[in-house]
């Protein structure tokens, strides 16, 4: 049978409490209930659970989640809640009257409150009757009083103004603090032995190692890994990594030991790292699938970093003259020449690759970047293919523009053949009649044309014939 738990959350990617959750649970193998009218934008939320043991292992797992309290009442008013207290909360605390040392405290969200009222509403509980020690320093139970207040940002108010008149109010036991907040500090990227300019920020890279499920024993892989972001929060939570990429640099650093491997043996992960290879996943070295439980990526999508894949911008002019190899002066490696990689195109091409690379129920979580006034539900469908399905898609709003953090899962458990990725169908970025062109295709165009309307851009042309639109970009 299901209890209530009051879960509070901190305030950040609010889309990404419900994904997080739901994978969490999955992971663990329970059942998490969350009710139709769920508030993502709200700190405080009363969710089901069927064990405390489950609580406990979100809370030490999800990155959103604060602290998790035994839900004992909420109301408007404290009559409300005093008077649901007593009647429905009983049957949970009277097993602590006797002698079980406590510690009540008020906590006020978007409010400050002052000690004197602090203490009004603790000693407003006193019909608890506890009769155990009070101990603020390590007391074996903690009573949270959370007040509610609506947002004031932008006005101006004395420092307690309005205290009192709060939206709601929560009352609960604490169950578990959240302490996997505590890893954005260990994976900060300012505190990393090797970053780049895309280096992703610790707090998505923790939350998109939840979406995949990592835990000891799977095996995940990045095959746009460049600096390693992904793989390190990934094998922290125990799986084994594997990471390729276009660009060899990326992964390598300018130090004779790679990046990659010199930032993991700070995290105590370097064991974990598979191998690093390089190499286009396009054209890439996999000979047979289901290899992975997970497929981990941040593709390039060009606003610092574009999309490359093996091939030349202009095929050369055929001849049937024989080539002649002309040694090389300098006796430097061959370097392949490379070309744009369109968004759309690497999107789809991703989803196929994981289809084939993946084992049955396996994860892929990859971030798309949108341009959020062109964006429809029907754009993620656009990339799907037969056997994968959608389960997560959450925004990380920019304004103009936002990155969807996307958890699509294989369904099927059919053997495929290895995906064909042919140049000429992929790299067709101009929109055929009567087809949906997504919001992310062409995506960093747009962007460094400030995601201005084609008609806006078209006049803008038209008034200064000068300036190409690939001189803007």
Avoid at 115 to 140: H, T
Avoid at 253 to 275: N, W
Avoid at 421 to 429: G, H
Wanted: aromatic share 12%; net charge neutral; glycine share 6%.
């Amino acid at each position: 049978m299901s209890r209530p738990y009051l879960f509070v959350f901190a305030q950040a990617h609010d889309e990404f409490r419900i994904p997080e959750l739901l994978s969490i649970a999955d992971l663990y193998g329970f059942k998490l209930s969350i009710p139709e009218d769920f508030d993502s934008s709200r700190p405080f939320s009363v969710l089901q659970l069927e064990e405390e043991e489950h609580a406990i292992l979100l809370a030490r797992r999800c990155i959103l989640i604060k602290s998790i309290y035994e839900f004992y009442a909420r109301g408007a008013t404290y009559e409300d809640l005093h008077a649901l207290n007593e009647k429905h909360g009983r049957s949970k605390w009277e097993k602590y009257i006797p002698n079980t040392s406590f510690k009540f405290f008020v906590n006020g969200y978007n409010q400050s409150i002052p000690q004197r009222r602090q203490r009004e509403v603790v000693e407003s509980f006193s019909y608890m009757d506890f009769l155990g020690k009070i101990d603020m320093k390590n007391p074996e139970v903690v009573m949270g009083c959370f007040e509610e207040y609506a947002d004031t940002k932008g006005t101006t108010r004395h420092k307690h103004e309005g205290d009192g008149n709060f939206k709601e109010v929560f009352f609960g036991r604490l169950v578990e603090e959240g302490s996997a907040r505590s890893l954005i500090k260990k994976f900060d990227v300012k505190k990393r032995a090797y970053f780049g300019n895309t280096s992703m920020e610790a707090e998505i890279s923790l939350l998109m190692a939840n979406q995949t499920l990592a835990s000891p024993g799977k095996l995940v892989y990045d095959p746009f890994i460049g600096t390693g972001s992904m793989a390190y929060t990934t094998a922290h939570f125990g799986a084994f990594v594997f990471g390729s990429d276009i660009d060899g640099r990326q992964m390598r650093g300018k130090e004779t030991r790679p990046g990659i491997i010199r930032a993991s043996a700070q995290y105590g992960v370097e064991q974990r790292i598979i191998d690093l290879c390089t190499f286009d996943v396009t054209r890439n070295p996999w000979r047979c699938g289901g290899l992975f439980d997970a497929i981990i990526t941040d593709p390039p999508y060009g606003v610092r970093a574009g999309a490359k894949r093996l091939g030349r911008k202009k095929e050369r002019e055929r001849t049937t003259t024989p080539a002649v190899h002309i040694p090389r002066p300098d006796d430097q490696p061959y370097v392949p020449p490379t070309k744009p990689y369109e968004l759309s195109a690497l999107a789809t091409d991703l989803v196929l690759l994981a289809r084939y690379l993946l084992k049955p129920n396996g994860r892929l979580v990859f971030f798309l970047p949108t341009v959020t006034d062109e964006y429809q539900e029907v754009d993620i469908s656009t990339m799907m293919c037969e056997g994968m399905e959608v389960i997560a898609n959450s925004l990380q709003d920019f304004g103009a523009w936002g990155r969807r953090l996307v958890t699509i899962r294989k369904i099927t458990s059919e053997t495929y053949h290895p995906p064909e990725f042919e140049p000429v169908a992929n790299d067709t970025a101009n929109k055929k009649e009567g087809e949906h062109v997504p919001a992310h295709r062409d995506f960093r165009e747009k962007y460094f044309l400030g995601f201005k309307k084609d008609s806006e851009s078209e006049s803008r042309e038209a008034l200064d014939p000068g300036v190409s639109r690939d001189s803007k970009a």
